[in-house]
Nanobody
Framework: QVQLVESGGGLVQAGGSLRLSCAAS????????MGWYRQAPGKQRELVAA???????NYADSVKGRFTISRDNAKNTVSLQMNSLKPEDTAVYYC?????????WGQGTQVTVSS
């Protein structure tokens, strides 16, 4: 059974930091891309950051310079270090894993940034 379990969300003041972590289990093949998406109320889910198995990264323009994504291929984990958080970063954050043509999602973790 495939599972992606996120942790690390919470409430933080603007300018603060949070670190999200995601552990994938039950995936029988190598994970190609791991990433983080977010969805704010009334908005579509959007890519925040992604990282390939080889370490190439991609960030949304709105988080460049503030967020850093990293992964551990041996442990099938991905993390998102979020610094200088802004109220507009408030959303449910979802972990994503791409395996061949399949995409797996975590259950989401709430991040709330107060002004």
């Amino acid at each position: 059974q495939v599972q992606l379990v996120e942790s690390g969300g919470g409430l933080v003041q603007a300018g603060g930091s949070l670190r999200l972590s995601c552990a994938a289990s039950g995936i029988p093949y190598s994970i190609n891309v791991m990433g983080w998406y977010r969805q704010a109320p009334g908005k579509q889910r959007e890519l925040v950051a992604a990282i390939s198995r080889g370490g190439s990264t991609n960030y949304a323009d709105s988080v460049k310079g503030r967020f850093t994504i990293s992964r551990d291929n041996a442990k099938n984990t991905v993390s998102l270090q979020m610094n200088s958080l802004k109220p507009e970063d408030t959303a449910v954050y979802y972990c994503n894993a791409e395996v061949m043509a399949l995409r797996y999602w975590g259950q989401g973790t709430q991040v709330t940034v107060s002004s």
